[in-house]
């Protein structure tokens, strides 16, 4: 397991929206109303995963990314545009255009979510390990938002992602990421995270 940058991380405020925790961390020294990527956890996680288990704010503040990272309990039960994305911008968020971010079977909702919501919701997406088939995945509706797509080279789910990644750029997509060391844990995904903010950073920020 990675060890996290030792940066000072941003605020974080939790609260609850239909008795679902949501987690949000900020940059540092964040200021105005700044952009949000939301993170879909994996079978296992929960709101707090991505902070407990990813230190994602403290890979935040080492990017110097300026947008904030929110996260909800028991994601796929939970209407994202009509209730997540609200609360978000009543917490002083800009949610005209989105990033998302997940991993396992978060990842295969962040790309199922992005092909729902369409380009002009969502600025970018970058899933790690996601655990959905080639066949399944929705590539032709995501050909005209920017992708990250990773996985470790011992991950069961590391074939279907290459296939992913080929016919995506095959369609015309803008897609980066690929097969690198590491299999299905959060090691790996420690690993990766600083490549897919910067990624989301370059899309999300304006």
Do not use: N
């Not at 929705?138 to 992602?161: K, N, S």
């Amino acid at each position: 397991m990675p060890e996290p940058p030792e940066a000072a991380p941003g605020g974080r405020q939790r609260a609850t929206m239909a008795g679902r925790r949501v987690v949000i961390g900020f940059p540092p020294d964040a200021r105005g109303r700044l952009p949000v990527v939301v993170m879909l956890h994996g079978a296992d996680g929960h709101a707090l995963t991505p902070f407990d288990v990813y230190a994602v704010d403290l890979y935040l503040a080492a990017s110097r990314g300026r947008f904030a990272v929110a996260s909800v309990d028991d994601w796929p039960s939970v209407d994202v545009s009509g209730a997540l994305l609200p609360y978000l911008r009543g917490a002083g968020l800009d949610t005209e255009r989105i990033g998302l971010l997940g991993w396992s079977m978060g990842g295969a909702g962040a790309l199922r979510l992005a092909a729902e919501l369409g380009r002009k919701k969502v600025a970018a997406v970058a899933a790690a390990s996601p655990a959905v088939t080639a066949a399944q995945a929705p590539l032709r509706e995501l050909v005209e938002i920017p992708l990250w797509l990773g996985c470790g080279e011992r991950d069961e789910w590391a074939p279907q992602t290459q296939t992913m990644l080929k016919g995506l750029k095959a369609l015309g997509a803008t897609a980066e990421g690929g097969i690198s060391r590491g299999c299905h844990d959060a090691a790996y995904r420690r690993r990766v995270l600083p490549d897919q903010l910067a990624f989301l950073a370059r899309h999300v920020e304006k």
